[in-house]
């Protein structure tokens, strides 16, 4: 309960820096105080990654030790790991990351300019005021020196395209290890010695969960694809999603508004309907709502007569939910317009379009 919680914040492409994450994280739980979280900076679609979950901002606070992994990208750290920092100003601000010991970890291809990349990450580190660890020559004795090891004083690297022996190498792995069991040290002794003044940041992150049980708003399960599509797809930070009103396996109230359904009946599917669209935009985000920026644009289309009007009164069910769900960040321009039918004879459809971090 006391335990020094430490982050493994990465990114990976391929996977070569999680192969390194999961030595570090062995080496922080070999300490018996000590618990690992291994995180990813975004989402991936790489099997052997895209089951982790995704660290958010405002978290990083919380914990003890934050230990960060990341590719070398012309003798720099990663694109990805270089957006999530930028995104860290606020935390900068606050000093909320003051005081909490830093260590870091690289896979690289070659290994061209991997001490100038442990040195640029060091670099931004230092920026937020973290005491970070160096490795030194720990562990380094025990290396074979036959062959190129990714050993270095500021952490350790491996070269995963180096391929005369598997990568990491067995040497590399052991010094992750090494690593990770020294930075769970240094973190379980400086623990509870920074003051605590990341509340509210957290909070804003947490109260969504909050925000749903309150209002009795519950997201059902995300609906699976009926054709050859997928149920959202990013592009940068935006989220794009199109749901019908399929609710418990089958759509609610179908068929066209004033000949098989009235207008109760399809506020009733268009309420069902944008909770398909919260319920995918959730898993979109990795169960987190908070790292939601935006409600961009709606799109309420509904069967109708030729001669209906009344169109923005039934979309309203589905921007108010919204509104109710987000508060400002559910502001969104919209769209709304008939058609004579819609698939599998849903009364509604909506195209929804978010901006996320
Ligand atoms: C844009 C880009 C730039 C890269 N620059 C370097 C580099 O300067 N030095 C190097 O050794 N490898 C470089 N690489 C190779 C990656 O560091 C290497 O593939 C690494 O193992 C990827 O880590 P991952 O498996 O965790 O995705 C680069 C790769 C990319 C995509």
């Not at 020094?4 to 070999?30: C, P, Q, R």
């Not at 995180?39 to 914990?63: C, G, H, M, R, W």
């Not at 500021?154 to 020294?182: C, F, W």
């Not at 066209?256 to 898993?283: F, H, I, P, R």
């Amino acid at each position: 309960q006391n335990k020094a919680k430490i982050l493994v914040l990465i990114h990976s492409d391929n996977g070569g820096t999680y192969e390194l994450a999961k030595e570090i994280a062995k080496g922080i739980e070999s300490e018996n105080n000590a618990t690992s979280y291994i995180k990813l900076v975004k989402p991936s679609q790489n099997p052997s990654l895209k089951s982790l979950p995704v660290a958010t901002i405002d978290e990083l606070p919380n914990y003890d030790g934050i230990a960060f992994g990341s590719p070398v990208y012309f003798g720099n750290i990663s694109t990805g790991m270089s957006e999530f920092l930028s995104k860290t100003v606020p935390l900068w601000t606050n000093h909320a990351l003051e005081g909490v010991p830093a260590s870091v970890f690289m896979s690289a291809g070659s290994g061209a300019g991997k001490e100038l990349a442990l040195q640029a990450f060091w670099n931004s580190l230092a920026v937020h005021g973290m005491i970070l660890v160096s490795n030194g020559i720990r562990g380094t004795e025990e290396l074979n020196k036959a062959i190129p090891q990714g050993n270095s004083v500021l952490g350790i690297t491996t070269m995963a395209s180096l391929k005369d022996v598997e990568r990491p190498t067995k040497g590399e792995r052991t010094l992750a290890e090494l690593q990770g069991r020294n930075f769970a040290k240094v973190s379980l002794a400086l623990k509870d010695t920074r003051p605590k003044k990341t509340t509210s940041i957290v909070e804003n992150h947490q109260s969504f969960n909050e925000i749903l049980k309150q209002k009795n708003i519950v997201l059902p399960q995300v609906p699976k694809p009926a054709g050859s599509y997928q149920p959202f797809v990013r592009s940068g930070n935006l989220v794009f999603i199109n749901q019908v009103a399929l609710k418990d396996g089958k759509i609610l109230n179908p068929g066209k508004l004033g000949v098989d359904v009235t207008e109760q009946q399809v506020k009733e599917a268009t309420k069902a309907t944008m909770l398909n669209v919260l319920s995918v935009l959730n898993e979109a985000v990795g169960g987190d709502l908070g790292r939601v920026k935006q409600c961009v644009q709606l799109t309420g289309i509904f069967n109708t007569k030729d001669d209906y009007t009344q169109h923005a009164d039934l979309m309203n069910i589905a921007s108010n939910l919204t509104a109710e769900v987000f508060g400002d960040k559910g502001k969104h321009a919209r769209a709304t317009f008939g058609a004579s039918s819609i698939p599998v004879n849903s009364s509604v459809e909506i195209q929804a379009v978010f901006e996320v971090e």
